[in-house]
C-alpha cells in the first residue's frame, strides 16, 4: 500500500507560500522582517534542534562500574533532567581539580540547577515562530483585498503574469489607458464615502504594527522566563566575556546551556534498600542551543528597537503634517511640486494619506507623480478658495 505524500506536499505549499512576498505590497519593511526573517530564523532553528534530538545522540552519560545499562541511564536522564552546580561554573584555570564547569563533587546542602528546557527547545522555537506569522495572516485577513480593488493590474509593478493573464509594463500602456487607471485612483480620493474606509483600513493597520511590537516583547519576557531568567542578558554577557581567556571567564554559555551535567538514578538493590548511580552526562544537543540563542538574542533585540522606531515614525505622520509632506515627495522621486504635495496633505485625512502611500509602494513612480497632479488639480477646484497652509488636516 502506498504512501500518501499530498499532506506533506500541501504543508510544503503552504511553507512557500509564506515566504513568498505577493505581487501586490500591503505591508512596509519591519513588518516584513516579522514574517519572514524572524519566523525563517525560528523554524530553522526548530530544525535543526530537532534533526539532533531525534535522528542523533541528544545526551550520553557514563556511570560508574557499568551497575546500569548505558541506554537505560540515558533515558532517564533525558527525561528527568540534568543537573549542575552554581558554585563550579567558573573554571579555575591551572592548578584546580574542576574538569567541566558545573560539575563536580558536591553535598546535600549545595545548591544545585536542574536544566529541563532543553527538551523544550525545538517546541518552543516553533511556538515563537508561529506567534510572529500571526500578525501578518491577521493583516491580510482584514486587509481583505483592499488595495487589489484600488490599483488598476495593469499598473502594478511586479510580476505582470498573474493567473494566466499577461499585463503590459506601465511604460508600455497607452495614453487613455493611463488616464483611465489614473481617474480610478483618483475617483478613490475624491469620494468622500471612502474616507471612513480608509481610516478603519489605518486603524487595523496599526493594529497590526502594535502587535508587532508587543509580540516581540512579549517573546524576549516569555525567553527570559523559559531560560530561567538569564535570557535577558544573555547575548550581551556573550560578547562581553568573548574576548576573554575561556579558562578565566564565567561563561554565559555554560550557565544555560551546560555542555556537561551530572544526573542520579536510584533504584532497589537486593536486600531493599536504595542504590543510587551518580552519572555524568554530556549533552552534545546544547552546542546548537547555545548558537541558535545568541543569534535570537541579537535579532530579537533589533527587532525590538526598529518596531520601536517604525511606531515612533507612525506617530510623528499622524502629528506632524510636514512628515507627510517630505515622505509623499520622495515617493514621487522629488518630482511632485512643494504646492501639490501640500494641498493633498491638507485636504486627504490621516486614513486617506496611508492609503496612497500603499499605492506609491506598488506603482511607478512617474505614475505616482502623476496621480498625485491630477489629485491635486481636483482639489484646487474643489476648494478654490481655501487656502492651503491654513487647512492641514490630521483627521484619522
Known amino acids: 500500500m502506498g504512501i500518501n505524500l499530498f499532506p506533506v506536499y500541501d504543508i510544503g505549499n503552504k511553507v512557500v507560500e509564506h515566504f513568498k512576498l505577493p505581487n501586490l505590497q500591503n505591508d512596509n519593511a519591519v513588518f516584513r522582517l516579522h514574517y519572514l526573517f524572524t ?54 584555570g591551572i592548578g584546580t581539580q574542576l574538569a567541566h564547569p558545573g560539575v563536580g563533587t558536591y553535598q546535600e546542602s549545595d545548591t544545585v540547577v536542574h536544566s529541563t528546557y532543553y527538551q523544550w527547545v525545538a517546541y518552543t522555537l516553533f511556538f ?23 490599483i488598476p493590474e495593469n499598473l502594478l509593478l511586479k510580476d505582470y503574469h498573474s493567473a494566466g493573464v499577461c499585463f503590459k509594463p506601465p511604460s508600455l500602456l497607452k495614453g487613455i489607458e493611463k488616464e483611465l487607471a489614473i481617474a480610478k485612483m483618483k475617483d478613490h480620493f475624491i469620494t468622500r464615502s471612502n474616507r471612513i474606509e480608509n481610516r478603519l483600513y489605518l486603524h487595523k493597520y496599526a493594529f497590526c504594527e502594535l502587535l508587532n511590537f508587543f509580540n516581540v516583547v512579549f517573546q524576549i519576557t516569555l525567553l527570559d522566563y523559559f531560560l530561567g531568567g538569564m535570557f535577558s542578558t544573555y547575548g550581551s554577557d556573550v560578547f562581553r566575556i568573548s574576548q576573554m581567556d575561556p579558562e578565566e571567564r564565567n561563561d554565559p554559555m555554560d550557565r544555560v546551556f551546560p555542555k556537561v ?68 515627495r520622495s515617493k514621487t522621486s522629488w518630482n511632485a511640486g512643494n504646492a501639490e504635495i501640500e494641498i493633498i496633505v491638507a485636504k486627504l485625512s490621516f486614513g486617506d494619506w496611508f492609503t496612497l502611500t500603499n499605492i506609491s509602494e506598488n506603482i511607478d513612480d512617474r505614475m505616482f507623480t502623476k496621480l498625485i497632479s491630477e489629485l491635486a488639480k481636483s482639489f484646487r477646484k474643489i476648494y478654490p478658495q481655501e487656502s492651503v497652509g491654513n487647512s492641514v488636516s490630521t483627521s484619522v
Not at 491580510?140 to 480593488?149: D, I, P
Request: with cysteine; glycine share 8%.
Open 39 to 92: 519566523v525563517g530564523i525560528l523554524f530553522l532553528g526548530s530544525l535543526l534542534v530537532t534533526t539532533g534530538q531525534y535522528f542523533g545522540s541528544p545526551i550520553s552519560c557514563l556511570v560508574k562500574g557499568k551497575t546500569i545499562p548505558e541506554e537505560v541511564m540515558n533515558t532517564y536522564c533525558w527525561i528527568h533532567s540534568t543537573f549542575t552546580l552554581p558554585k563550579n561554573v567558573t573554571m579555575g
Open 128 to 150: 515563537q515562530g508561529c506567534c510572529f506569522a500571526a500578525p501578518i495572516y491577521l493583516w491580510r485577513y482584514l486587509e481583505m483585498g483592499r488595495m487589489k480593488r484600488i
Open 261 to 328: 551535567g551530572k544526573c542520579t538514578f536510584h533504584k532497589y538493590g537486593p536486600s531493599g534498600s536504595i542504590m543510587t548511580s551518580d552519572a555524568l552526562c554530556i549533552l552534545p544537543l546544547n552546542i546548537i542551543n547555545e548558537k541558535i540563542y545568541v543569534v535570537v538574542w541579537f535579532w530579537f533585540m533589533f527587532l525590538a528597537v526598529v518596531s520601536g522606531i517604525q511606531l515612533l515614525w507612525r506617530f510623528s505622520t499622524f502629528f506632524f503634517p510636514q512628515v507627510r509632506q517630505h515622505y509623499l
